[in-house]
């Protein structure tokens, strides 16, 4: 019944902006942790930016000072604002969010279906 939708990605030119955005919907009780990975077609998923629904804010090394992430605990919802993007940033970029469902159910991780950045001139 959980699902998270990803959108905002596309093709930019080297330095150039995108804004990420996903959506979670359905049978909700709480969120924890919301955060964006990264995955090139034959490498691992790697960690891009979490946030937790505290507001708590990890980022990995290469996007800090380019990227930002924010949530609306209100919609469900969270953001990834990308700046100064590089060539070395294109990936399929998923949402995840680890999600309580009811009170009595231990937290879950959910994905989305990815989204493309492809940064190139």
């Known amino acids: 019944q959980v699902q998270l939708v990803e959108s905002g990605g596309g093709l930019v030119q080297p330095g150039g902006s995108l804004r990420l955005s996903c959506a979670a919907s359905g049978s909700i009780f709480h969120i924890y942790d919301m955060g964006w990975y990264r995955q090139t077609s034959g490498k691992q998923r790697e960690l891009v930016a979490a946030?937790?629904?505290?507001?708590?804010?990890n980022y990995a090394d290469y996007v800090k000072g380019r990227f930002t992430i924010s949530r609306d605990n209100a919609k469900n919802t969270v953001n990834l604002q990308m700046n100064s993007l590089k060539p070395e940033d294109t990936a399929l970029y998923y949402c995840k969010a680890v999600i309580v469902r009811g009170w009595m159910y231990g937290s879950e991780d959910y994905w989305g279906q990815g989204t493309q950045v492809t940064v190139s001139s």
């Open positions: 946030i937790t629904s505290g507001g708590s804010m």
